[in-house]
């Protein structure tokens, strides 16, 4: 375990971690550009993103400051930005699983409890 830890805390690393956040990134990005942009949206793609940076902020500061002790590791700054991004993430995703649900209520309400399929309706 103290091999794999000194392993990931190396300076060649971050080269691994930078592939991720860009492929955080770009699922982000792409992920907004299937459908029209809703806050919720927004703020779940964000939230992935602000992990992905803050997990390579961390990886640096750990590297930087090898022996903080005095301190609790939730009081760390890039530790603070992952459970921001986390709850970022997690209010968008919630609210928009919320949306969905009410949605689908509504339409089930309206059609009676009875799904109607797409297709019969282009006859």
């Known amino acids: ?22 492929l955080a990134s770009w699922s982000a990005w792409r992920w907004l550009s299937q459908e029209p942009v809703k806050w919720w949206r927004l703020a779940a793609a964000l939230g992935i993103v602000v992990v992905a940076i803050a997990t390579v ?6 590297q930087t400051h090898p022996m903080e002790l005095r301190t609790s590791m939730a009081g760390l700054p890039p530790h603070q930005l992952i459970l921001a991004g986390f709850l970022i993430g997690l209010i ?32």
């Open 1 to 22: 375990m103290a091999s794999l830890m000194h392993s990931m805390m190396s300076s060649g690393a971050l080269l691994v971690y930078l592939p991720l956040v860009l």
């Open 57 to 62: 902020w961390d990886l640096y500061w750990h």
């Open 92 to 123: 968008g995703a919630g609210w928009g699983v919320a949306v969905d649900i009410r949605r689908a209520g509504f339409r089930a309400h309206t059609t009676g409890g009875m799904i109607e399929n797409a297709a019969s309706k282009s006859k």
